[in-house]
């Protein structure tokens, strides 16, 4: 025989082409296990995004009314309203956090350790701590608003709590609870959260602090409540929270990079840039511009509430794609200190 | 004492007695009867049901044969020069695998458990305690192998435990026992390593240079999470197994993340005070 080249038949360029294996996409790497996802993705169902969109509702409208107090801010109806909001969120969350457990019924076995490395269970205590500062906080004002009745032992004895310094005490705690939710979820293998680890608690918190102030405003401007000093002053800190927001989105997609695409295409790109980029902060932005007006300001509010959400589902949503996306780990988990020489490569 | 697994690619034969074994022992449930039509791995993935993998490789090779190759040559003797510069690898590999959950020196799904459920016993094994694990599922993005997930039927999560309960009798586990050609070595992780640079070194010797350890802290693969205390001798990229290369340890970013998100903190403080001032 002379020299004859032995090709096998399935064989070109690297790329495996059969009948089970047809060639897709040139600068996909021959690589991998017949696409099966090497990592598994989050299991979490609606409870989830509900809560992470709740629970930065409550930690913003509560951490607002309190520095607004500290600054000299006397108005009754916007602290009755940020209270009463946080007490809300924060009588919801718990409930979402529980209904997602595989095992409701252990809920408390979370309350069973204290684990500085892991965000979930930081999360559970600060939650925890979170919640019964502010609801005594927010007790207190009912009880004051007269809603426990007058004269009986609880309306007076929560009217006696010291409910300033139970909002200071609570605060700090407020800003973990709208940041956590972020870190939490970029402390995983899931490649779109993890690369963007540093940036996803600053984007959370900024988004948390523009749903809350959102809140605050819609219930006030709905109700025609409040002073005209505090809804100015409550639409100048939309404004620049939602400029920070827009920032912090702009640098997280950057950051994200060849990681990112799961948020940047497709129905889900669609949603997040829709829904959250341009319906979410780029419209209030707009709307907020100028003299402060109820009509544009219940419009803006109700925008940036929905674009909040849409943010959270988005990127829990975009982090499924990105686990199922077995070239997103590989080139993810990557270093150049591998015993394989080129030439068995 | 440590044990774990050493794993040797290079002696399974695909027979997946290490599968039934593992579900026999542990009384885990079947996961239907789901043809791949990719190979005879049916399995597919690790799960939470499923905590012995074995993977078949169809491994078309890239280089191509060029000149008079003698076949029965190749296949007696590899290290024999070859008619124009043709090389074993050539001729494509069938390779397996039994996968398995890699109980990580430091453990991201331990890190990240919030219950404490996953803990190191005392045989240094990363372990689920069922009785504690509420299911909140966060041990499974965690994971950087894709080891765990939660059993929808019964809600918790699950993964090999390194059969806890038959070391405890001093017995070996069961996937290792039921192996016949013992690619599945149970031992003391320090003994185990011994043997894999051995087997590794025999290997080079024989020509095939591309076989190395998967999972020490110092070669291939497992920088950040401080080695595994099952380890595998492979032949081929990581990939080509589903191992990612350079798996990390996702808590290590904690602090820059908590530094980012008080800095956060503080600017989005001061806008607040800046809105409401006076
Ligand atoms: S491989 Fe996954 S499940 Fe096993 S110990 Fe490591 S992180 Fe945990
Ligand atoms: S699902 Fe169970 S084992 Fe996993 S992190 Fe949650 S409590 Fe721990």
């Known amino acids: 025989m002379t020299d004859v080249t032995r090709e096998a038949p399935q064989q070109r360029n690297g790329h495996v082409e059969t009948s089970h294996h047809p060639r897709k996409d040139d600068r996909r790497q021959d690589k991998g296990y017949y696409d099966i996802p090497p990592i598994k993705e989050h299991t979490w169902t609606w409870e989830v995004p509900v809560y992470f969109w709740l629970g930065g509702i409550g930690s913003g409208a509560h951490v607002v009314t309190t520095i607004a107090r500290m600054c000299g801010n006397k108005d009754l109806a916007f602290l009755r309203a940020g209270r009463y909001i946080t007490l809300v969120a924060m009588m919801l969350s718990p409930v979402l956090l529980i209904m997602d457990l595989g095992r409701p019924e252990r809920f408390y076995n979370m309350l069973r350790i204290v684990k500085w490395r892991s965000p979930m269970s930081m999360g559970t205590w600060g939650l925890t701590l979170f919640a019964n500062l502010s609801g005594l906080a927010a007790a207190s004002q009912a009880a004051r608003d007269g809603l426990l009745g007058r004269e009986n032992f609880l309306a007076r004895s929560f009217a006696a709590l010291p409910d300033r310094l139970l909002s200071i005490l609570a605060a700090p705690f407020g800003v973990f609870v709208g940041a956590y939710t972020g870190v939490l979820i970029a402390l995983t293998s899931t490649p779109i959260w993890a690369r963007n680890a540093v940036l996803m608690g600053p984007l959370f918190l900024t988004s948390a602090m523009s749903t809350g102030l959102s809140a605050i405003s819609f219930v006030l401007n709905l109700g025609g409540w409040g002073e005209r000093k505090t809804l100015e002053s409550l639409q100048k800190a939309e404004r620049a929270s939602l400029l920070l927001e827009m920032g912090l989105i702009a640098a997280s997609l950057l950051r994200m990079g060849r990681w990112g695409k799961p948020l940047r295409s497709g129905k889900l790109g669609a949603a997040f840039f829709g829904g959250t980029v341009a319906g979410g902060v780029l419209a209030p932005l707009a709307l907020l511009q100028g003299r402060e007006s109820r009509g544009r300001g219940i419009l803006a509010s109700l925008l940036v509430l929905a674009g909040g959400y849409i943010l959270r589902r988005a990127i829990l949503e975009a982090g499924k794609h990105s686990a199922r996306d077995p070239e997103a780990t590989f080139t993810f988990a990557w270093q150049e200190n591998l015993p394989l020489r080129d030439e068995n490569v | ?278």
């Not at chain 2, 599968?19 to 939470?48: F, H, I, M, R």
């Not at chain 2, 069938?94 to 404490?116: L, Y």
């Open chain 2, 1 to 278: 004492m440590a044990t774990g697994f050493l794993t040797d690619t290079t002696v399974c034969i695909g027979c997946k007695a290490c599968e039934v074994a593992c579900k026999q022992w542990n009384q885990l449930p079947a996961d239907g009867y789901e043809l791949t039509g990719d190979s005879y791995d049916n399995t597919k993935t690790l799960s939470g049901t499923t905590w012995r993998h074995v993977a078949f490789i169809e491994n078309p090779k890239k280089k191509r044969l060029t000149g008079d190759v003698d076949l029965v040559a190749l296949a007696e003797d590899v290290r024999e020069q070859l008619p124009g510069g043709a090389e074993l690898d050539a001729l494509g590999r069938w390779a397996f695998m039994s996968d398995v959950c890699k109980h990580c020196v430091e453990a991201p799904c331990q890190q990240a458990c919030p219950t404490g459920s996953i803990i190191r016993n005392e045989f240094d094994n990363v372990f689920i305690q069922p009785d504690i694990c509420n299911g909140c599922g966060y041990c499974i993005p965690a994971c950087p192998y894709g080891v765990i997930t939660r059993v929808p039927e019964d809600g918790r999560a699950f993964k090999c435990t390194l059969c806890y309960d038959r070391q405890k009798d001093g017995l070996e586990p069961a996937c290792a026992k039921a192996c016949p050609t013992e690619s599945i070595m149970f031992g003391e992780v320090e003994e185990l390593e011994r043997r894999a640079e051995q087997r590794v070194q025999e290997l080079h010797d024989r020509g095939y240079t591309s076989a190395f350890v998967y999972g020490t802290p110092e070669v291939g693969g497992t920088g950040g999470i401080g080695g595994n205390h099952s380890k595998f001798i492979l032949m081929d990229e990581p990939e080509t197994y589903n191992l990612p290369r350079h798996p990390f340890l996702p808590q290590e970013k904690l602090n820059q993340a908590s530094a980012a998100s008080i800095a956060a903190a503080a600017v989005l403080g001061a806008v607040v005070a800046w809105a409401f001032r006076g």
